[in-house]
């Protein structure tokens, strides 16, 4: 049996196929990295976690269809590997929040980044859904649509889970809000 070789027009085809592909990919780094830090808390997690991703989204590049929402298809693709990542680290034991505090030298110089400090800890004890939809649309731009196809879920369950973690990252931050009028006792 001879083996036959290849077309130049297909071998063409696929390089220019495999430029576009890469081109979008790296176009896409930063905010795979900001929505994988988002989402477990550790920027070296993140970071393996978002490379990882783009390795598996390489790897698949024949299936993605050409023309639909590679963005929504990568963000998905990291999903996927944060909650394969999860399942994984349930067995492993993680240096406590606190005792990791207590560890550090210096405190941070700016008042910026004790805000954005306090706004990772409350995004850290929002439940994953709610997170995770706060990540993709506010952090990362993605349209409610976008959203529900990374999360596999209805427009209306995207919407809510929204709210509902706007409200609770609120008095996570803030604290809970006074509902009595003021000169009143509660």
Same mark, same amino acid.
């Given at each position: 049996?001879?083996?036959?070789?290849?077309?130049?027009?297909?071998?063409?085809?696929?390089? #220019?196929?495999?430029?576009?592909?890469?081109?979008?990919?790296? !176009?896409l780094?930063?905010?795979?990295?900001?929505?994988?830090?988002?989402?477990?808390?550790? %920027?070296?997690?993140?970071?393996?976690?978002?490379?990882? !991703?783009?390795?598996?989204?390489?790897?698949?590049?024949?299936?993605?269809?050409?023309?639909?929402?590679f963005?929504?298809?990568?963000?998905?693709?990291?999903?996927?590997?944060?909650?394969?990542?999860?399942?994984?680290?349930?067995r492993?034991?993680?240096? #406590?929040?606190?005792?990791? #505090?207590r560890?550090?030298?210096?405190?941070?110089?700016?008042?910026?980044?004790?805000?954005?400090?306090?706004?990772?800890?409350?995004?850290?004890?929002?439940p994953?859904?709610? %997170?995770?939809?706060?990540?993709?649309?506010?952090?990362?731009?993605?349209?409610?649509? #976008?959203?529900?196809?990374?999360?596999?879920?209805?427009?209306?369950?995207?919407?809510?889970?929204? !709210?509902?973690? %706007?409200?609770?990252?609120a008095?996570?931050?803030?604290?809970?809000?006074?509902?009595?009028?003021?000169?009143?006792?509660?």
């Amino acid at each position: 049996m001879t083996q036959l070789a290849p077309d130049p027009v297909d071998t063409a085809a696929s390089i #220019e196929a495999d430029r576009i592909f890469r081109d979008q990919l790296v !176009a896409l780094i930063p905010s795979l990295r900001t929505f994988a830090r988002g989402l477990c808390g550790t %920027r070296d997690l993140a970071d393996d976690m978002a490379q990882d !991703a783009m390795l598996r989204g390489w790897a698949a590049r024949a299936s993605f269809i050409p023309g639909s929402n590679f963005r929504a298809w990568m963000f998905m693709i990291l999903r996927n590997q944060f909650y394969t990542t999860i399942r994984k680290n349930r067995r492993t034991v993680s240096l #406590e929040p606190e005792l990791a #505090e207590r560890m550090l030298v210096e405190a941070p110089a700016q008042q910026h980044q004790i805000h954005l400090a306090d706004v990772a800890k409350a995004l850290l004890q929002l439940p994953p859904e709610q %997170r995770e939809v706060l990540l993709l649309i506010g952090a990362n731009g993605l349209s409610y649509d #976008e959203a529900a196809e990374v999360a596999g879920c209805a427009i209306g369950t995207i919407k809510s889970r929204l !709210a509902r973690g %706007r409200k609770a990252l609120a008095v996570l931050i803030d604290g809970p809000a006074d509902i009595s009028p003021p000169g009143e006792a509660a």
